[in-house]
């Protein structure tokens, strides 16, 4: 076990070799170590709390092993320089500012037992522009996409909730396809996606908030 802020702002660490034996990573474990490279977690990891590689500016790919069931809130918020990252399969939930300000990662794909998609976890992550959605259900929370200026296509076919703001200032979106599981938009879930043409929605669909795709 690593204990919450075990190596918190060691900003001069590198490298870090995790054994099989680790088991749980506490809240902010190594937080601002802003020199720290490339994660790879043991399989033996059944936990993390919150804020893990928060702000680990060096960080540029990262595997998250199967063991995995969580996204912590803010896991790798601030990593400037993350391109990859690997999510499993058995991952059910994204949480908050998980990968929010990760302005160089480009793709991701969510995991088909992903259930949610929390606040802001994507939020200004400018170079995304590839979403592979493999999730049999979806909720996507306030403001998990927002900004998200690349982005130029999504497939909502498994969303039951889009949040508010969730896609809001998607500029490049022009594509949107959306399947019989979508039930709420929320208010203004895609204002100011200025390039999207066209939208065609489902008869399962009771609300539509306000402003929802004004200025499109």
């Given amino acids: 076990i690593l204990g919450d802020y075990s190596f918190k702002n060691c900003k001069n660490l590198i490298y870090i070799r995790f054994n099989n034996l680790l088991s749980h990573i506490g809240k902010y474990c190594f937080a601002n170590c802003t020199s720290l490279l490339n994660v790879k977690l043991p399989s033996s990891l059944k936990s993390m709390k919150e804020g893990v590689f928060y702000n680990c500016h060096s960080i540029s790919h990262a595997n998250i092993p199967n063991s995995i069931k969580n996204i912590p809130a803010g896991t790798f918020s601030k990593c400037p320089n993350l391109e990859r990252v690997i999510l499993h399969g058995q991952i059910t939930s994204i949480q908050e500012y998980a990968f929010a300000g990760c302005t ?25 522009s590839q979403i592979d959605i493999n999730a049999k259900t979806l909720q996507i929370g306030p403001f998990a996409f927002y ?70």
Avoid: M, W
Avoid at 113 to 124: D, K, P, Q, S, V
Avoid at 184 to 194: G, L
């Fill in 104 to 128: 160089l990662l480009d793709s991701i794909i969510i995991p088909i037992n992903c259930t949610r998609i929390g606040n802001r976890a994507f939020a200004y992550c400018e170079s995304l």
């Fill in 147 to 216: 900004k998200c200026e690349n982005i130029y296509y999504i497939d909502l076919k498994s969303a039951i909730h889009v949040g508010n703001k969730a896609f809001a200032y998607c500029t490049n979106l022009s594509d949107i396809t959306i399947g019989k599981n979508l039930i709420v938009i929320e208010d203004y879930a895609f204002e100011h996606c200025k390039s999207l043409y066209a939208i065609e929605l489902p008869e399962t669909v009771t609300q539509i908030g306000k402003r929802a795709f004004y200025g499109c």
